[in-house]
């Protein structure tokens, strides 16, 4: 923020300390803020005052220090590959300049994982209470980035119905903060079903340490997308390369523990069912996030084509119906999820009940649809055009609608969230794509439709009218770019 007020250049001294002082700042705060909520954990736990003090010397004087030289030391990768070597490893550690997250955490766990061993605690549960903290510690650390202007993303212009509004960067910092803080909700709900019932779940040990993996990597993997970082392998950035062994690990790792404790529904305790349906929201999150950042890097690749593209002729337009297909395997997935779940699938198609905010849903969906085709006199094809447009439409329509307002809604209900928050986190999901897809004007647009169409969904009890509105205004999103001339 700093930066982008022209501080930087116009107070360099002044900037140069206050980077200092609020990274640095930052950075101690966290850690001992952490500390302070970790030897409270401890102490439920059972820790004795000398094995409290004997961890925090240690996270101190030797697991924080390797997480900050850690963190310089990933300098070098965002090098051309022709420079590394240990040297400049060495060097980027001892005087660097930057500061790498994902592996300012990478060298402590390493140090603790050994610690923990050599003095013979019980590595699980002390790895789970001390992620549990991270999400709340890097929320710390990114306050930081946002104030100093490190880490923003490209520059943007958005344009509301013809307005333009004052351009500005990306906050991405902004963003990686409220989905820490997030995280750390969903990790709290883990632990103490694990860790704070009547009877201890200590089997599930190390549930929250891999949901963390998981949930950080694949947040992190889709926050990429917004961030200007240089391309490490095979197109992608450093941080999504190790975000996607985070993924795979913590996958691993809660597959492992599921496993260890298979039995059936009806012989396991509350706590214990409390955990699926929270892990099975992670593992849905995670998923998508994945296929997200996966599916915009392969359009970026140009392995996959982008069906919402000016039809040259009619042959380019029903191409686009057959382009459409790989976008529909999230929805597909997301039924599969939702069934293994042992939640019921067509029985939320039946339209239960009427109610006025269906008028809105329509008047919104056919208004921004007569504005895009007619209202902003646009040039655009007719006739046989137009089939492939309406196909296009209601298999967008019905995959969108069968993914969020039905998979992600029923999970998240499923999960113990109210309404309220059930509703604003499926619009926040439906809407990411738009964002990486059309701006930040089409992605507002989309947080708020998808906020209706849940308003939708919840006062009608069904999928089926909101099937019907998106449809409708489908033909405008998807018939404007197909049929223009």
């Known amino acids: ?36 909520l970790i030897l409270g954990r401890l102490d439920n736990l059972g820790y004795s005052r000398k094995q409290q003090i004997t961890l925090s010397l240690f996270t101190v004087f030797v697991a924080f220090p390797a997480g900050y030289l850690g963190s310089h030391a990933a300098g070098m990768f965002y090098q051309h590959v022709d420079s590394w070597s240990l040297s400049v490893f060495i060097e980027n550690a001892v005087s660097g300049d930057s500061h790498t997250y994902h592996a300012s955490i990478i060298a402590p766990a390493v140090v603790l994982l050994v610690f923990f061993r050599v003095m013979r605690y019980n590595t699980k549960e002390l ?27 490209r520059w943007i212009h958005p344009e509301f119905f013809g307005v333009y509004l004052t351009r500005f960067p990306n906050p991405v910092p902004l963003y990686a903060i409220f989905l820490n803080i997030g995280i ?80 059936s529904p009806a012989h396991k305790t509350a706590p214990e069912r409390e955990l699926g349906r929270v892990l099975s929201l992670v593992g849905l999150i995670a ?12 359009r970026k690749m140009h392995v996959l084509p982008w069906p919402m593209t000016a039809a040259a002729d009619l042959e380019a337009a029903w191409f686009s119906v057959l382009y459409y297909f790989p976008y529909l395997l999230f929805p597909v997935v997301s039924l599969f999820w939702v069934r293994a779940a042992g939640i019921p699938i067509w029985t939320d198609f039946r339209w239960i009940r009427f109610h006025p905010v269906l008028y809105a849903g329509l008047l919104c969906s056919i208004g921004y649809s007569l504005y895009l085709l007619v209202l902003i006199d646009p040039c655009i094809k ?72 849940g308003l939708v969904r919840i006062h009608t009890g069904s999928v089926t009218p909101c099937v019907i509105c998106h449809f409708l205004i489908d033909i405008g999103c998807i018939g404007l770019p197909v049929l223009s001339c």
């Open 184 to 263: 750390f909700f969903v990790l709290r709900r883990l632990y103490e079903n694990i860790y704070r019932s009547s009877a201890p779940n200590r089997a599930y040990g190390g549930i929250v340490a891999g949901a963390y993996l998981l949930l950080y990597g694949s947040v992190r993997m889709a926050l990429e997308i917004f961030r200007t970082n240089r391309k490490f392998f095979l197109g992608l950035t450093q941080a999504q390369v190790v975000m996607a062994v985070f993924v795979l690990f913590g996958g691993c790792i809660l597959i492992r523990i599921a496993w260890k404790n298979r039995r």
């Open 382 to 453: 007719g006739g046989a055009f137009w089939l492939p447009v309406v196909i296009l439409s209601i298999m967008n329509a019905t995959g969108e609608e069968f993914a969020f307002r039905q998979a992600f809604f029923r999970v998240l209900k499923k999960a113990g969230y109210g309404s309220l928050l059930t509703n604003g986190a499926q619009s926040l999901l439906y809407a990411l794509p738009h964002f990486v897809i059309g701006g930040v004007s089409f992605g507002v647009f989309a947080l708020v439709y998808g906020f209706l169409l």
């Open 1 to 36: 923020m700093f930066r982008y007020l022209g501080l930087s250049t116009t107070y360099p001294e002044i900037f140069q300390t206050v980077n200092l002082i609020l990274y640095n700042g930052l950075m101690g705060i966290a850690v001992l803020a952490g500390l302070v």
């Open 127 to 153: 790895m789970d209470t001390i992620l549990l903290y991270v999400p709340l510690g890097h929320a710390i650390g990114r306050v930081a980035c946002l104030l100093i202007g490190c880490c923003w993303g």
């Open 287 to 298: 998923v998508y996030l994945v296929m997200l950042a996966g599916t915009f890097h392969l």
